[in-house]
C-alpha cells in the first residue's frame, strides 16, 4: 500500500496480484476465476496518474471503484 500511495500521480501503471489490489488503489488487479485469470481496473486510479487505458482491455475487466 505504501508503493501504490507513492506512485499514485506518477504516470507508472501497477498491476498486482494481491488480494484486492485494485480496490486498494492499483491499476490493474489479477484474480484467479473459475480456473482462470481475470483482471479487475481501477479507473480512478490510472486517471489520477494521467493514463488512458484501451477501450479493448477495458471491456474485458471487470472495474472496481
Not at 27 to 54: D, H, P, T, Y
Amino acid at each position: 500500500k505504501a508503493v501504490l500511495t507513492k506512485l499514485a500521480r506518477l504516470p507508472i501503471l501497477t498491476v498486482g496480484d494481491i488480494a484486492d489490489f485494485a480496490q486498494e488503489g492499483g491499476m490493474i488487479g489479477l484474480v484467479e476465476a473459475e480456473q482462470r485469470i481475470r483482471f479487475n481496473i481501477n479507473l480512478a486510479a490510472a486517471r489520477q496518474a494521467n493514463l488512458k487505458l484501451s477501450s479493448q482491455l477495458l471491456k474485458l475487466a471487470t472495474i472496481v471503484e
